[in-house]
């Protein structure tokens, strides 16, 4: 990647709670159309990395710029616009309406023609026929593809998932992988947190193995042969258990 | 993939972001139709101010306190608890499902979130006030028909302040294990000045005396307002820091 086209760049990010620095000067910068797959077990500190990139958390050191814009927790409203979040947490209103929860966040990131970014949103995961149901009528799974519509229908740059495969079956993971796809292809850069290895590096370009805060592992997809990794992976996995 | 150190930014297409008052629009409208859709806080409320104005006239011995004394104190007694209810609500929802993530990753100021969430909130303690104050008016026989325009001012003016402090506090609250709990312990001591103003001020329109009487009370609840809608929406930000 050229540093030029980065769409996120952050620096010896740090997280601490309580003294223990749950992210431990993680540096990355991921460009447009690219993918990481990160990978770790659990309590690495990938959800608090990623919850940093989103502006959610402010770190305790370190920083953090989305198209070059300063990210900070509860400022940077300019980097924040271009930041697409999809969590395993669905982060909708169960007494709203699919399009209403999906509308009303196209209305927060300012979208001109609100209803028309949910109608496009809802139909990209293929969920547009369940539109006017109330999402704690839905599924787990379509509640799942209402929340990705929900984080994609701003069109972000940076999309970060943590989990995003979670409760999807078939059609709803072939819609969310179709939807990542178009996002890469469309220039945006994606962040894709997964204990699933197979769905990691299909879609990534690079790949980072995260362990008690810091990045063990990080290189290109390509540089990546999938069972050594997946092999390397385990053990680290077992490691920590 | 680089660990690079100095990128210069990307020149992305800007939508038109809502400014403060638009996203605290949003929001708001957010709320209330979430309220609308499932009426439980609001009823929950209303139906503790009509038993707790049940309860009171049951224990009232009439031939010991005059209505008109005892009025003022009951009503606003039940506007304070009956309030707090829509206050506990007023965060819950964004807990479940962690909603909030996704509002706190809008991007819109932080400030925005608290004014549409406390005028939510507002119109919802109003609400309760709309059907509890006439309530009052027919258990005690209580002769609202010349006072009730200064009265529902009255009652605005507290429930901005009520609102102001409890909005703050319910952000404050949801996040621990004993929110119910906390929520009225923290708000209520804040609560004082407004009931206090709010109490005296009706209890002087009941009982007929002079409006300049009551002017000096609803100058607290003025200045109360101002300064806690204006300081509870710079502090708001910081309470939602992890």
New interface residues.
Partial sequence: MSSESAVVVAEALVRAFDGRRVVDGVSLAIGEGECLALFGPNGAGKTTLLRLLAGLLAPTAGSCRVGGVPLRSGRGREARMHVGLISHASMLYAALTARENVEFAARMYGLPRPADAARRALAAMRVADRADTPVRALSRGLQQRVSIARAIVHEPRLLLCDEPYTGLDEAGSAALTTALAERRQQGAALMLVTHNLGEGLALATHAAIMRRGRFVRHEPRMAVDADSYASEYRDLVTADV | ??????????A?A?????GLLR?AR?VAQ?DL??EF??RTAYFSALVFSLLALAIFYFAWDPTAVAAIDLAPGVLWVIFTFSGLLGLQRSFG?EQ????M??????????EAIYLGKAFANFVFVAGVQAITLPALALFYNVPLAGVWLPLVGIALLAAIGIVAVGTLFSAMAVNTRLAELLLPMLSLPFFVPIITAAAQATARLLAGRPAAEAWPWLRILLGFDLVFVVACAIAF?YT???
């Fill in positions: 993939m680089s660990e690079t150190s100095t990128v210069p930014p990307i992305f800007k939508p038109e972001l809502p996203a949003l957010k139709a979430i859709r499932t929802v479940a499902d962690r909603a993530d996704a509002l706190l990753a809008a991007p819109v100021e932080r930000p939602l820091d992890e």
